[in-house]
């Protein structure tokens, strides 16, 4: 078992940059590849990076590609997103996630934080 708490998630303005932490207890999240999801109302959640287990390996969705970076400290048990150049589309629930490989696809991961709200104005 997993248990992952999200951080770092507030309003800003469009341009502004945010670190969003995902904190990582219970076995040992170097076990695990991670991601950073997020969510609006009533569209799916999407994958937006994802980060493997050692973190030689990444990847990020086209529309934050450039902008947003993805780390990890397994020591800390912290994941990170840095999102720089935020954008008002940028607008979501953001969640972390942990699975037992780099993917893409949600539904191979198996651990879920609760999610933290990033609101970004124009």
């Known amino acids: 078992q997993v248990q992952l708490v999200e951080s770092g998630g507030g309003l800003v303005q469009a341009g502004d940059s945010l670190r969003l932490s995902c904190a990582a207890s219970?076995?040992?999240?170097?076990?695990?590849?991670m991601g950073w999801f997020r969510q609006t109302p009533g569209k799916e959640r999407e994958i937006i990076a994802a980060?493997?287990?050692?973190?030689?390996?990444?990847y990020y969705a086209d529309s934050v590609k450039g902008r947003f970076a993805i780390s990890r400290d397994n020591v800390k048990r912290m994941v990170y997103l840095q999102m720089n150049s935020l954008k008002p589309e940028d607008t979501a629930v953001y969640y972390c996630?942990?699975?037992?490989?780099?993917?893409?696809?949600?539904?191979?991961?198996?651990?879920w934080g609760q999610g933290t709200q990033v609101t970004v104005s124009s």
């Open positions: 980060i493997s287990r050692s973190g030689s390996n990444s």
């Open positions: 219970g076995r040992a999240v170097s076990g695990y590849a």
């Open positions: 996630a942990a699975g037992p490989v780099l993917t893409l696809r949600r539904e191979q991961y198996d651990y």
